[in-house]
Nanobody, 125 residues
């Protein structure tokens, strides 16, 4: 099972980036998928999650209204559209797939059993 994240880069404050995560080795249509981010010296933090059917999404308060998570089950991908980026959004972003499928654990990194390698997003002021 592999998760390959892409789309990170350098962008000015106020700009946009779209992260993508392609899953291979298994079909994840029945699993919750999410994005987390991490900066040096800090714990990995929840960014966004999407349910199996795409009927439910959830976001960290810090990104609500600016980020949008979506998934394409046919392509086994999950995307994160990031608009109005701020310098504090600078981090390594990780995509993840849940291990147990419990929506109640969507914000907890321990609820995810598969992780991508991370993609760096840098927002300059």
């Amino acid at each position: 099972v592999q998760l390959q994240a892409s789309g990170g880069g350098l962008v000015q404050a106020g700009g946009s980036l779209r992260l993508s995560c392609a899953a291979s080795g298994r079909t994840f249509s029945s699993y919750i998928m999410g994005w987390f981010r991490q900066t040096p010296g800090k714990e990995r933090e929840f960014v966004a999650a999407i349910s199996r059917s795409s009927g439910s999404t959830d976001y960290a308060d810090s990104v609500k209204g600016r980020f949008t998570i979506s998934r394409d089950s046919a392509k086994n991908t999950v995307n994160l559209q990031m608009n109005s980026l701020k310098p504090e959004d600078t981090a390594v972003y990780y995509c993840a797939v849940s291990s147990g499928g419990l929506w109640a654990l969507r914000k907890v990194s321990g609820g995810y059993g598969f992780w991508g390698q991370g993609t760096l997003v840098t927002v300059s002021s």
